[in-house]
């Protein structure tokens, strides 16, 4: 599917779908439980397993950081992909949380569709000159690891993830609300050794580069957000501290980022 695949209602009622091909739903959606939704600070105010298009799927109603509005979530697959669709409306509205439901329940989904991965997303990469390749992509966020493997051990990787630009939010807020959601997945201790406003040609840009913990590792972070028009990247790239070759091949790669006219 392509960035920023979705619909959108308003400035704060929408539905995003993220696909995740090549993965597996059994893995990808374990932790996808009213249990360790609420360990994790949220409320759940429902919560099901369904069969969705033939396939094993979940759904979920919480809350959100907006008191004034709770999220649906569904997610479903097998062994090959895993799809997460993401809702979120207004918490009065009942009848719209009820079409939401009932929508989400019909839908249609043909695994056997060949997509490319980007197309008609508005950045581009040059991944000839590093070690970074694509691993894998859904919806709005694209995955590259060193030559392209899946390694738990090494825990390298760039995330790039296109979304729309909400000009009323500066770039600080930004980064800020992209280490928030880190957060929630457990990682913590984010602290900047540097960060660097700036402009590329008629881009705005914001360079951010520090330390996380992930568990017990202590792991470096470059963080780069890139905006233009109605339109922005954001940029997060991990490995572990020690690693000064890594390191250089994600700023390396990073650099070759480019939000297109």
């Not at 539905?15 to 360990?39: C, H, P, W």
């Not at 479903?76 to 509205?93: A, C, E, L, R």
């Not at 609300?177 to 700036?198: E, P, Q, R, W």
Request: hydrophobic share 35%.
């Amino acid at each position: 599917m392509n960035a920023n695949t979705g619909l959108l209602k308003n400035s704060y009622e929408f539905i995003n779908i993220m696909d995740l091909v090549g993965g597996n739903f059994y893995t990808n959606a374990k932790d996808f439980n009213k249990r360790s939704y609420e360990q994790g600070g949220i409320k759940v105010y429902e919560y099901f397993d369904t069969i969705v298009s033939g396939f094993p799927a979940k759904m979920m109603l919480s809350n959100t950081d907006d008191k004034n509005l709770n999220g649906i979530s569904l997610v479903f697959g097998d062994t090959t992909f895993s799809t997460m669709i993401m809702s979120v409306h207004k918490s009065s509205n009942k009848q719209l949380e009820d079409e939401i439901k009932e929508a989400l329940l019909t839908i249609k989904y043909n695994k056997n569709i060949v997509i490319d991965p980007f197309e008609d997303v508005k950045f581009t990469v040059d991944t000839t000159s590093t070690v970074y390749k694509l691993l894998t992509y859904s919806g709005n966020m694209y995955i590259f690891t060193p030559y392209g493997k899946d390694n738990n051990e090494d825990k390298s990787m760039v995330s790039i993830i296109p979304t729309l630009y909400d000009k009323t939010a500066s770039l600080r807020q930004m980064s800020q609300l992209s280490f928030n959601g880190f957060v929630k997945h457990g990682m913590y201790g984010f602290v900047a050794d540097s960060t660097d406003i700036y402009k590329i040609n008629d881009t705005d840009a914001l360079l951010k580069t520090g330390d996380f913990y992930a568990g017990t590792d202590r792991m470096y972070f470059y963080q780069l957000i890139l905006a233009k028009d109605d339109y922005s990247l954001i940029v997060f790239g991990m490995c572990d501290y020690e690693n000064q070759v890594i390191k250089r091949e994600i700023s390396n790669f990073c650099k070759k980022v480019k939000l297109k006219n």
